[in-house]
């Protein structure tokens, strides 16, 4: 098991918004999380990979054997989590390079490996850049300074393939995307996938499942998973709306 | 979280905080016009350079410390400085044999080679530099190599005893002993310092480099740059300065003075980082700096970069006249403070020609308890047509005790002038370094990246060697600043 979620708890300003998740991924696997504004959707992608602004008071999170609550942002990061942001940062004078290469090495580091040979790290960008067609202009520029907001996204993807994560969580990546933008940033999601890593795909519309296949999808609300099933469970969301889900754990 | 964290705060280390232990030739404290005779004397000076440290000594009898800065600091008592002091054995060295080996080490530990291997070898380093320890210049190197183009590249001292014809002509031309509290003092007790002249028609091959090294307790370091470019000259000039950690404050009042003839260039570089004090602003060096240049004639341009991260308490303003017509004149400063350091910095761009630009890019980081301010006078005299100015003033906030300010000042004597000041403050967002280490970059390196990032167009500036560094010091001086 790489990921494995148990009764979690979390909170902000003493305002409890996780009311108990359980969830398990194994490695190769896509799981998508769905449900309504409010219901806890961002708070989960930002418990896992460590803002501090959120209180975990009960419950476990083990990836890949390690108590995840317990690392830091940044080890969490160097152990493979990977956040696409919803809302990409931009950090001016700081070029996509520099910063991905400061990135790379500082996970090498706490690897104990030495930082990335020039050359290799120039053959990685290249091929990565292809990945998600993201301009090579792109990648001298400051990160995300401004970058529309399709291009924000690729980025995000492009980052993760720089990366190259063992669990990656996009939060709402389609959001903003136009539908050309939608198809490159979900082609370089499938093309990254293999039978080592594992992705999480938070959405709340079905579209971006049309690109990439969940193998589970999960409706959260209020707080819980209150419904696991296959990815015909997205498109029956699509059709009937949340408010089928509603009916059917009589809230 | 960013308040716990500057709560237990840690002064980053300043690794330049050793002391050498060499013999100094010391004058006994306190300022009177015995030390004043005392100092010309050591230095072997004419009637005339004793007649201007004398005159300039009774001037500044006449001044009171200035207080209209930002800063608040306990006044340096004038008489409890010690006015000359000078690494033994002052005799003249002829060879690196004769250099005292405490103070080759003292070289070797700031990272500067005064051994000219690389020469000899073959390879020619791209740098020449003069090294001025308390309050004289120990070695300058390339001399010879420079002299082959008609530069000057020297100790004051020398260029007193060598040039004086241009020593005459030049000093106080641009910054009088009537400029200002400070300047008087510095033209009365003086020391040491460089002296540059590129002749005619000589692009400078190399960078020339000063390096200023306070390491005498109870000393004060008073010297002056003279830099002079004539016709269709340019040099780039770098200029360094550490001292060690001491408990008390010690006062340097340096004053440098630039002029550019027609279609001359002079591109002056400074990285400050002397002693700032410790994390309770203990000790620390008062860096009371007049730096200005003229573009005396047209075409010409004189282009001040600075990065600023040393020093208890900073006043200092690079400045340019741009007498000449078409003549430029350009201030790319970074100024970090952090813990209790005080910094008034920024620039004065007088205007006094046709056609005349003039580029202001201030960048302020202020963290812990201190206090940053950006002071700069943009002014346009009347006949100054179309007269150019851009001001950029960025602020940048680590942390909820520390201050950051602005005071700009614009004088426009004259309709056709074109001036535009932009000013923005900002603080470093928890969500940028949140974003850093979700990517796997600590705090420490995601601060270092970003604070960079904000200062990009001015280290830009920086010769190659001096960014590096420059990069270096901005990331040590905000070690543990932020959460």
């Given at each position: 098991?790489?990921?494995?979620?148990k009764n979690?708890?979390?909170?902000i300003?003493?305002k409890?918004?996780?009311?108990?998740?359980?969830?398990?991924?194994?490695a190769?696997?896509?799981h998508?999380?769905?449900g309504?504004n409010g219901?806890?959707k961002?708070?989960l992608s930002?418990?896992?990979a460590?803002?501090?602004?959120?209180?975990?008071t009960e419950?476990?999170?083990i990836?890949?054997?390690?108590?995840?609550l317990?690392?830091?942002p940044?080890?969490?990061?160097?152990?493979g989590l990977?956040?696409?942001?919803?809302?990409p940062?931009e950090i001016p004078?700081?070029?996509n390079?520099?910063?991905?290469?400061?990135?790379?090495?500082e996970?090498?580091?706490y690897?104990g490996?030495?930082p990335?040979?020039a050359k290799d790290f120039?053959?990685r960008?290249?091929?990565?850049?292809?990945l998600?067609?993201?301009?090579?202009?792109?990648?001298?520029?400051s990160v995300?300074?401004?970058f529309?907001?399709g291009e924000k996204?690729?980025n995000?993807?492009?980052q993760m393939?720089?990366l190259d994560?063992?669990?990656s969580?996009l939060?709402?990546?389609d959001?903003?995307?136009?539908?050309?933008?939608?198809?490159?940033?979900?082609?370089?999601?499938?093309?990254?996938?293999?039978?080592?890593n594992a992705?999480?795909v938070?959405?709340?519309?079905q579209?971006?499942?049309?690109?990439i296949v969940?193998d589970?999808?999960?409706v959260l609300?209020n707080?819980?998973i209150?419904?696991t099933?296959?990815?015909?469970?997205?498109l029956e969301?699509?059709e009937?709306?949340y408010d089928f889900?509603k009916e059917?754990?009589?809230? | 979280m960013?308040n716990e964290?500057l709560?237990e705060?840690?002064s980053s280390e300043?690794k330049?905080g050793?002391?050498t232990d060499?013999?100094?030739?010391?004058?006994p404290?306190?300022?009177?016009?015995?030390?004043?005779?005392f100092?010309?004397?050591k230095?072997?000076?004419?009637?005339?350079m004793l007649?201007?440290?004398?005159?300039a000594f009774k001037?500044?009898?006449?001044?009171?410390e200035?207080?209209w800065?930002?800063?608040?600091?306990?006044?340096?008592?004038?008489?409890d400085?010690?006015y000359?002091?000078?690494p033994k054995?002052?005799?003249?060295l002829n060879s690196?044999?004769?250099?005292?080996?405490e103070l080759?080490?003292?070289?070797?530990k700031?990272?500067i080679?005064i051994?000219?291997?690389k020469?000899?070898?073959?390879?020619?380093?791209r740098?020449?530099?003069?090294?001025?320890?308390?309050s004289?210049s120990?070695?300058?190197?390339f001399?010879?190599?420079?002299s082959?183009?008609?530069?000057i590249f020297?100790?004051?001292?020398?260029?007193?005893q060598e040039?004086?014809?241009l020593?005459k002509?030049y000093?106080?031309?641009?910054?009088?002993y009537t400029?200002?509290?400070y300047?008087?003092l510095?033209?009365?007790v003086?020391?040491?310092?460089?002296?540059c002249y590129?002749p005619?028609?000589?692009?400078?091959?190399?960078?020339?480099?000063t390096?200023f090294?306070?390491n005498?307790?109870?000393?004060?370091?008073?010297?002056r740059?003279?830099i002079v470019a004539?016709?269709d000259?340019?040099?780039?000039y770098?200029?360094?300065?550490?001292a060690p950690?001491?408990?008390?404050?010690?006062?340097?009042?340096a004053?440098v003075?630039?002029?550019?003839?027609?279609?001359a260039?002079?591109?002056y570089s400074t990285?400050q980082n002397?002693?700032?004090?410790d994390?309770?602003g203990k000790?620390g060096?008062?860096n009371?700096?007049t730096?200005?240049?003229?573009?005396?004639e047209?075409?010409?341009?004189i282009?001040w970069?600075?990065?600023?991260t040393?020093s208890?308490?900073?006043?200092?303003?690079p400045s340019v006249?741009?007498?000449?017509?078409n003549?430029?004149g350009e201030?790319?400063?970074?100024?970090l403070?952090n813990n209790?350091?005080?910094?008034d910095?920024?620039?004065?761009?007088i205007?006094?020609?046709?056609?005349?630009?003039s580029t202001?890019?201030s960048?302020g980081?202020s963290?812990g308890?201190?206090n940053?301010?950006y002071?700069?006078?943009?002014?346009?005299?009347?006949?100054?047509s179309?007269a150019r100015n851009f001001s950029?003033?960025d602020s940048?906030?680590m942390g909820?005790k520390?201050?950051?300010?602005t005071?700009?000042?614009?004088?426009?004597?004259?309709?056709?002038?074109?001036?535009?000041?932009?000013a923005?403050t900002?603080k470093i967002g928890e969500?940028?370094?949140?974003y850093?280490?979700?990517?796997?970059?600590?705090?420490?390196k995601a601060?270092g990246?970003?604070?960079n990032g904000?200062c990009?167009?001015v280290l830009?500036?920086l010769?190659?060697e001096?960014?590096v560094?420059a990069?270096k010091l901005l990331s040590?001086?905000?070690?543990g600043?932020?959460g």
């Open positions: 098991m790489m990921l494995s979620i979690l708890h979390a909170s300003g003493g409890e918004i996780l009311k108990g998740i359980n969830l398990e991924i194994k190769g696997e896509v998508a999380i769905m309504p219901s806890g961002s708070t930002s418990v896992l460590g803002r501090e602004d959120y209180e975990v419950g476990s999170v990836f890949n054997g390690k108590n995840l317990e690392l830091s940044e080890d969490r990061a160097r152990e990977f956040l696409a942001f919803q809302y940062i004078g700081v070029s390079v520099n910063f991905l290469k400061t990135a790379i090495n996970i090498r580091a690897k490996l030495e990335m040979e120039l053959a960008l290249k091929e990565k850049q292809k998600v067609e993201l301009d090579g202009k792109l990648a001298n520029r995300n300074e401004g529309s907001g996204k690729r995000e993807i492009f393939a720089m994560p063992c669990l969580i939060d709402e990546t959001s903003g995307l136009d539908i050309d933008a939608l198809r490159i940033v979900a082609g370089g999601v499938n093309k990254l996938k293999s039978k080592d992705t999480i938070i959405t709340h519309y579209r971006l499942l049309d690109y969940p589970v999808v999960h609300f707080g819980k209150v419904k099933g296959s990815k015909e469970l997205a969301l699509e009937k709306g889900i059917e754990i009589g809230a | 960013a964290i709560a705060q840690i300043y330049y050793f002391v060499i013999e100094a030739d010391n004058a404290k306190g300022l009177n016009e015995d030390i004043i005779r100092i010309s004397k230095k072997n000076e004419p009637q005339w007649e201007y440290r004398l005159k001037y500044w009898l006449t001044l009171e200035p207080n800065a930002h800063v608040s600091y306990i006044k340096p008592n004038f008489q400085i010690i000359y002091s000078a054995p002052k005799v003249q690196l044999d004769e250099v005292d080996p080759l080490k003292t070289f070797e700031l990272g080679s051994e000219e291997q020469r000899l070898s073959g390879v020619e380093s740098i020449a530099v003069d090294i001025v320890m308390d004289v120990v070695k300058t190197t001399k010879e190599t420079l082959e183009k008609g530069i020297c100790s004051f001292g020398e260029a007193v040039h004086p014809e020593v002509k000093m106080g031309s641009v910054v009088p400029d200002n509290f300047a008087a510095n033209s009365a003086f020391t040491d310092g460089s002296f590129i005619k028609g000589v692009r400078c091959p190399m960078e020339l480099s390096y090294r306070i005498a307790s109870g000393t004060g370091q008073f010297e740059t003279l004539d016709e000259a340019y040099v780039s770098l200029e360094g300065c550490t950690m001491r408990d008390e404050n010690q006062l340097h009042a004053v003075e630039i002029v550019t003839h027609k279609n260039e002079v591109k990285v002397w002693y700032p004090g994390k309770n000790g060096i008062f009371f700096v730096k200005r240049g003229v573009c005396l047209d075409n010409s341009k282009s970069t600075q990065v600023e040393g208890a308490v900073t006043w200092k303003y006249i741009l007498k000449g017509d003549s430029i201030f790319y400063s970074v100024a403070t209790h350091q005080q910094a910095t920024g620039t004065k761009m205007h006094l020609g046709k056609n005349t630009r202001i890019i960048k980081i963290a308890f201190s940053n301010s002071r700069g006078l943009v002014r346009i005299a009347k006949g100054a179309n950029q003033c940048l906030l909820d520390c201050g950051a300010h005071f700009p000042y614009i004088e426009i004597k004259d309709k056709s002038a074109i001036v535009e000041h932009e923005t900002s969500d940028q370094l949140f850093c280490k979700q990517r796997g970059i600590d705090n420490e601060i990246l970003i604070v904000y990009k167009e830009n500036k010769p190659m001096f960014a560094e990069q040590v001086s905000l070690e600043s932020v």
